[in-house]
């Protein structure tokens, strides 16, 4: 029987996809009083996440779920089920927190639980499995204290599990685990090895680094094709970090067989990927910081332009050091943009300011010349755009109304210019466009046939207006508004560029402008979850 603990919610995981709240109800409430049950979910696609929360009216019967229900298959799949621990800290200190690997393919969750059990309180047991649901052969087992941690470790750690004899140790984490094998490793990786370089030799070589005691090296091997043929690679592994790290230093470059070899600490797949990462976003940043302010991208340009064209036009304004237009490689025309990059900035400056808008003989539109930004600054000035907010004192996105009753006004996607006067009569809707009539039976005017009203052409007194150019370019397109940009926005915000979707969506198979504004308005200002708001408009409308 597990310790008594003083939360009543429990972490219920590895559950199916398409188990839901509703089935863990029937299991659940067998055993306790069920306060509130819920399946965690992507905020986008709705599809269970594999784990929920499952909260009782007391702490006993939470324990009783615990000991009856761990293990427990649910649609044939054993659930795995831990108290839930509100503080994070406790997880991410690892105290207590033991790392078992080389386990028979057998020992699941629940044998490992039984195994360990006898020497403390277990907070959470979990086998690695992979996507068919086979243990990949190690687990964690996390106790309440360190001294019960230690004590599984001290009993259990090289001794025979199932078929196999097990490692038991301290978790390590990522950092602290690679930091051990830096200084503690013994395996060297060798390649570009000759064809006709055998192992005897390499053996004979890589002793060098041990005073020619052979004895020091515990393997040696090279990899060979199926024909025995050398693939060019092996690995020596010494009995002592010292050795292995003066061979690295010491014949990393030397001659075997008329060819340089280059070794180096054996690295698994994962980390050299990442590694390779790391130096190739270093080596792109040092690129961006050495030609910042003398790069220039260049757009609008048409498909006949060649490279020798392209760099004459450019090379008046100074030294150019790479010029590079973008080839369409299937049909080799222009695809109408690249790059130019000047010796110096000021040369690069004066190129911006002669050519952009500049339109070339024989061109139909005027280039587009800017200073060539990385992917990573254009992604982040997109994230800061789309987090600004759509409205500022009192302007509503699209001229799109708070208030549910005004959805009858269609949106318009201006501004009027002329302020709203308290007790004045206003010049339009809630956004400067053409409201209701005052007489609500009256002809409306400027009506498409679905009954929206035209947007109205903006007068120049409108555009002179600096605060309405700036609305203006504030107002997202909402045409292309997409999952990631909306969940960026605040909630209120969320409504509102919803409610002028679903506005124009509905109108589509409702064109009468009263009865679509009140379906909008309904919609948008209900109880329904913006998370559902916006699976209705992309899966049953859009």
């Not at 080799?332 to 790059?339: E, L, P, T, V, Y």
């Not at 990631?484 to 198979?509: S, T, V």
Request: hydrophobic share 30%.
């Amino acid at each position: 029987m597990a310790k008594m603990h003083p939360s009543a919610s429990l972490y219920v995981g590895d559950l199916l996809p398409d188990v839901p709240e509703g089935h863990l109800y029937e299991v659940f409430s067998n055993v306790g009083n069920v306060a509130s049950i819920r399946v965690c979910r992507d905020n986008i696609t709705r599809r269970s996440l594999g784990y929920a929360y499952v909260n009782f009216h007391n702490a006993q019967d939470a324990e009783r779920a615990l000991d009856t229900l761990n293990n427990m298959p649910i649609k044939e799949k054993p659930c795995r089920i831990m108290w839930v621990n509100r503080d994070p800290t406790v997880r991410r200190s690892g105290v207590g927190n033991i790392f078992i690997k080389n386990l028979d393919p057998n020992f699941k969750h629940k044998e490992l639980y039984d195994t360990f059990s006898d020497y403390g309180n277990i907070l959470s047991v979990k086998v690695a499995l992979d996507k068919s649901g086979n243990s990949k052969g190690y687990g964690f087992v996390h106790f309440d204290s360190a001294q019960n941690a230690q004590k599984a470790i001290d009993a259990l750690n090289d001794t025979q599990l199932g078929t196999k004899k097990v490692y038991v140790g301290k978790f390590r984490s990522k950092k602290e685990h690679l930091k051990m094998i830096e200084s503690s490793w013994t395996n060297v990786y060798v390649k570009d090895l000759a064809p006709e370089v055998t192992e005897a030799e390499l053996k004979q070589k890589f002793a060098e680094a041990c005073d020619n005691d052979a004895s020091h090296i515990t393997s040696c091997v090279i990899m060979t094709k199926a024909d025995g043929a050398s693939k060019g690679f092996g690995f020596v592994n010494y009995d002592n970090h010292t050795y292995a790290q003066k061979a690295v230093e010491s014949l990393n470059g030397t001659i075997i067989k008329g060819k340089a070899i280059w070794c180096g600490r054996h690295q698994k797949k994962a980390e050299r990927q990442q590694e390779l990462k790391k130096r190739a976003t270093q080596f792109r940043m040092s690129n961006i910081s050495q030609y910042q302010g003398r790069n220039l991208y260049v757009k609008n340009l048409e498909d006949d332009v060649t490279q020798e064209r392209f760099q004459q036009e450019f090379s008046a304004f100074g030294n150019i050091l790479s010029c590079k237009l973008v080839i369409n490689p299937q049909t080799g025309a222009s695809r109408g943009f690249g790059f130019v990059c000047y010796s110096t900035p000021d040369e690069a400056a004066r190129a911006l300011s002669e050519m952009n808008g500049h339109q070339l003989p024989g061109c139909d539109k005027p280039l587009y010349v800017a200073y060539h930004e990385p992917a990573e600054v254009r992604r982040q000035k997109l994230a800061q755009l789309h987090m600004r907010p759509v409205y500022q004192q009192g302007w509503q996105p699209g001229g799109y109304p708070q208030n549910p009753q005004a959805y009858t006004s269609a949106p318009v996607m201006h501004r009027s210019p002329y302020p709203y006067q308290p007790g004045a009569p206003r010049r339009g809707g809630a956004s400067g466009g053409a409201g209701r009539s005052s007489n609500p039976r009256g002809p409306r005017q400027n009506m498409n046939p679905r009954g929206h009203q035209q947007r109205q052409q903006q007068t120049p007194v409108q555009m002179q207006d600096p605060s309405i150019i700036h609305a203006v370019q504030m107002q997202p397109r909402l045409d292309q508004l997409t999952l990631e940009q909306l969940l960026q926005m605040k909630p209120n915000d969320q409504r509102q560029a919803l409610g002028e979707r679903l506005y124009r969506a509905i109108g589509k198979f409702q064109p009468e402008q009263g009865v679509c504004g009140k379906i909008t308005g309904m919609l948008t200002y209900s109880s329904i979850p913006v998370e559902d708001l916006m699976l209705f408009y992309w899966m049953k409308i859009s």
